[in-house]
């Protein structure tokens, strides 16, 4: 039971590239979501999905899109890179509670990306 | 006003000593209250859910109190291997009052334990 599974670990782009971040669980959850942590804040959360083909946007969704095909996958895309974008992105998944509210998320080991 | 609000810290304590976080939030419909912690460098953990009675885990004890819109977290008898972000999430809720996986993190309170 590999969890939450997010590749690459370490990228370096330069402005303007585009790249998909991966993320996957094999858990069966309903929710994912993704985030982004800069030095000094916390987590913010870039969009989120509550299943298959249901994405929503979350504080900081702009210069990013998401798609969720299946339940396990949700990448995540920087359409053209910019310096303001190098964070350390999380993504989680958590199964849906009673009422639709949250169990706790699990999250992957995050990717460092740098824009230059 | 933020969401979620978090003292930052950093609290520096000795070995044993008992300390305490409070996190508010802004949203009164708000369900889902956890803790979470997070070493240098790696992904957040869940600590513990909070569910409104109060509840406790080992040395940690977590309380919420609706009218305030607060949630605590003590620590008793700190080790060092307690050094940590402690961050505090809220799943807020929509004017419906359905949640839908949506959780916001408070920007986290630092904890060093010395000896």
Same mark, same amino acid.
């Given at each position: 039971?590999?969890?939450?599974? =997010?590749? !690459?670990?370490?990228?370096?782009?330069? #402005?303007? =590239?585009?790249?998909?971040?991966?993320?996957? =669980? *094999?858990?069966?959850?309903?929710?994912?979501?993704?985030?982004?942590? *800069? !030095?000094?804040?916390?987590?913010?959360?870039?969009?989120?999905?509550?299943?298959?083909?249901?994405? *929503?946007?979350?504080?900081? !969704?702009?210069?990013?899109?998401?798609?969720? /095909?299946?339940?396990?996958?949700? !990448?995540?895309?920087?359409?053209?890179?910019?310096?303001?974008? #190098?964070?350390?992105?999380?993504?989680? /998944?958590?199964?849906?509670?009673?009422?639709? /509210?949250?169990?706790?998320?699990?999250?992957? *080991?995050?990717?460092?990306?740098?824009?230059? | 006003?933020?969401?979620?609000?978090?003292?930052?810290?950093?609290?520096?304590?000795?070995?044993?000593?008992?300390?305490?976080?409070?996190?508010?939030?802004?949203?009164?419909?708000?369900?889902?209250?956890?803790? &979470?912690?997070? %070493?240098?460098?790696?992904?957040?953990?869940?600590?513990?859910?909070? &569910?409104?009675?109060?509840?406790?885990?080992?040395?940690?004890?977590?309380?919420?109190?609706?009218?305030?819109?607060?949630?605590?977290?003590?620590?008793? %008898?700190?080790?060092?291997?307690?050094?940590?972000? &402690?961050?505090?999430?809220?799943?807020?809720?929509?004017?419906?009052?359905?949640?839908?996986?949506?959780?916001?993190?408070?920007?986290?309170?630092?904890?060093?334990?010395?000896?």
């Amino acid at each position: 039971n590999a969890g939450v599974t =997010q590749t !690459p670990k370490f990228q370096v782009l330069k #402005t303007g =590239q585009s790249m998909t971040l991966q993320c996957a =669980q *094999d858990m069966n959850h309903e929710y994912m979501s993704w985030y982004r942590q *800069d !030095p000094g804040m916390g987590l913010r959360l870039i969009h989120y999905s509550v299943g298959a083909g249901i994405t *929503d946007q979350g504080e900081v !969704p702009n210069g990013y899109n998401v798609s969720r /095909s299946t339940t396990e996958d949700f !990448p995540l895309r920087l359409l053209s890179a910019a310096p303001s974008q #190098t964070s350390v992105y999380f993504c989680a /998944s958590s199964r849906r509670g009673i009422n639709y /509210s949250n169990q706790p998320q699990h999250f992957g *080991d995050g990717t460092r990306l740098s824009i230059l | 006003r933020k969401e979620v609000e978090q003292d930052p810290g950093p609290f520096n304590v000795p070995e044993g000593a008992t300390v305490a976080f409070n996190c508010t939030y802004s949203n009164s419909a708000s369900q889902s209250f956890f803790w &979470y912690r997070q %070493d240098c460098r790696k992904e957040p953990k869940l600590l513990m859910s909070v &569910y409104s009675s109060g509840n406790e885990d080992g040395r940690f004890t977590a309380q919420l109190n609706r009218a305030s819109q607060y949630i605590s977290l003590l620590i008793r %008898d700190s080790k060092l291997s307690d050094s940590a972000t &402690y961050l505090c999430v809220v799943n807020p809720s929509n004017a419906g009052g359905t949640s839908y996986g949506k959780l916001t993190f408070g920007q986290g309170t630092i904890l060093t334990v010395h000896p």
